[in-house]
């Protein structure tokens, strides 16, 4: 009998250890850590077409670039690169919003320089950005045929 209680026990444990709300965490500057892209659920935009499923943000992604809060990633790549004999990584992040195309282009032209970015190019969809150290930023904006606004970020 003890045994039979101490399985359901642990059973009933193990099972609600995954349940409940949603464990978003954010820094001071409202950038969203790596456990606030961790769910994987898929559900619906504000447009009411499918959202594709939410992707963890790189583990070792840089202070100095930001995620547009509340945007959502869906998708995380990146290349190794050997120039010179140094192996650089550059990585792509796609995220969706329910903000506009200006919005997201004023919250990158107006946010990473305060974060040492030299802005080196802006229009109405791009921002490139660019630090001493070979560093750079691109962040590019646009809406999928259903409207749904959707950018790109890229750097090194």
């Not at 954010?26 to 659920?41: L, Q, R």
Request: glycine share 8%.
């Amino acid at each position: 009998m003890n045994k039979t209680l101490c399985l359901l026990l642990t059973t009933i444990v193990a099972t609600g250890i995954g349940c409940g709300g949603s464990s978003k965490t954010e820094t001071p500057n409202s950038t969203p850590t790596k456990e606030a892209a961790t769910d994987s659920t898929v559900g619906e935009n504000d447009s009411g077409s499918a959202a594709r499923p939410t992707v963890a943000l790189p583990d070792d992604l840089p202070i100095d670039v930001l995620i547009l809060p509340g945007a959502r990633p869906v998708h995380v790549g990146f290349a190794v690169t050997t120039r010179g004999g140094v192996e650089t990584k550059d990585y792509a992040i796609q995220l969706e919003t329910t903000k506009s195309i200006e919005d997201v282009i004023a919250f990158y032209s107006t946010e990473c320089p305060k974060l040492d970015w030299e802005i080196s190019y802006a229009d109405a969809a791009t921002v490139l950005g660019k630090k001493p150290n070979k560093r750079f930023i691109q962040v590019k904006a646009a809406k999928d045929k259903t409207g749904q606004v959707g950018f790109s970020i890229h750097y090194r």
